[in-house]
Structure formats: structure tokens, C-alpha cells
């Protein structure tokens, strides 16, 4: 916590002006404050043993294509775009379905309540159970927060980005 004093001698044109540059400097530090706060989790790796580090960066068509070769996929086409939130309160299948991101370096835990993006990838190439297969990725920001590969049939098998499940 800090104060601003202000001499209550400065008068006149001279000081207003300074007082108007304190208080735009001022505001210009609080909004700085407040952007560095509010933006999300910083860029990052994440390292999976015995399978090395992938980036979980996510912006571009590029970076998406990129992300998607890390792990042997390509994409076709976007097939679904939604906004989501995590949930407040994990039930026991979300909680199964926490226990497969850890599996690849993630954990949903930190994001109960985040409103988040999910992409929904066809494959190209690449079938589950002569199904087509599709990429699912959480995105918060500019980062990946989890996700799977699935058939989407109901009831069907979740893999990891990996191919792995529980």
C-alpha cells in the first residue's frame, strides 16, 4: 500500500498539471496491474516421463497444426468449436476424467469454474474402432488445459493424447 502527497502550496496552471500527470501515471500503473493479473497462464511445456516435453501453446492454424503433429495426429477440419466451463465441483466421472489428464501432464483441479474454449478436431487418417476420430482440447487463453482423443460414440473409449486410457 502507498499514499500520494500533494503540497497543498502548488497552485495555479502548474499545479493542476502536475496533479493531472500524477493521477494519469497512477491510473496508467493500476491498468498495468490489473493486465498483468488478468491474463492467463503463462506459456508453457509440459513434460510427460519417459515421453519427452510437448508445448501446449494454441493460438495460430499453425501452432494448432503443430500440436496436433507432437503427438502423430493430422488434422482434417475443425469439427465443433464451444465455449465451456470447467466444473466447480468434480463428480466421479469428471474426476475419472481428471485422473486421464494427469496421465499427460495436466490437471483440471486449478481451473474449477474457468470458462474455456473446446476445439473439436476430425483427424485425418486416424479411426477408433472403424469410427472417425477426433482431437478434443480445453483451451484457457492462449494454453492448453487438457483434453482427449475419442470416437465421440457414447460410451466409448477416452485416450489420452498419447493413446493411452485408465
Given at each position: 500500500m502507498f499514499a500520494i502527497s500533494i503540497d497543498s502550496k502548488i497552485k495555479g496552471k502548474k499545479g493542476r498539471t502536475v496533479l493531472v500527470v500524477i493521477i494519469l501515471a497512477l491510473v496508467l500503473f493500476l491498468g498495468i496491474l490489473c493486465v498483468s493479473k488478468v491474463s492467463h497462464t503463462p506459456k508453457k511445456e509440459v513434460s510427460i516421463d519417459g515421453k519427452g516435453e510437448y508445448s501446449t501453446v494454441f493460438m495460430s492454424d499453425d501452432e494448432v497444426e503443430?500440436?496436433?503433429?507432437?503427438?502423430?495426429?493430422?488434422?482434417?477440419?475443425?469439427?465443433?468449436?464451444?465455449?465451456?466451463?470447467?466444473?466447480?465441483?468434480?463428480?466421479?466421472?469428471?474426476?475419472?476424467?481428471?485422473?486421464?489428464?494427469?496421465?499427460?501432464?495436466?490437471?483440471?483441479?486449478?481451473?474449477?469454474?474457468?470458462?474455456?474454449?473446446?476445439?473439436?478436431?476430425?483427424?485425418?487418417?486416424?479411426?477408433?474402432?472403424?469410427?472417425?476420430?477426433?482431437?478434443s482440447v480445453i483451451v484457457l487463453g492462449e494454453n492448453v488445459i487438457g483434453g482427449h482423443i475419442s470416437n465421440q460414440s457414447e460410451g466409448g473409449e477416452v485416450y489420452t493424447f498419447f493413446g493411452e486410457t485408465l
Open positions: 503443430q500440436f496436433a503433429k507432437q503427438f502423430s495426429y493430422e488434422i482434417d477440419k475443425l469439427y465443433s468449436l464451444q465455449e465451456v466451463y470447467v466444473p466447480i465441483e468434480f463428480n466421479e466421472r469428471y474426476e475419472q476424467y481428471n485422473e486421464l489428464q494427469k496421465k499427460q501432464g495436466f490437471d483440471l483441479e486449478p481451473y474449477k469454474g474457468e470458462k474455456c474454449r473446446l476445439y473439436i478436431y476430425q483427424l485425418k487418417d486416424y479411426t477408433i474402432e472403424d469410427k472417425t476420430a477426433y482431437m
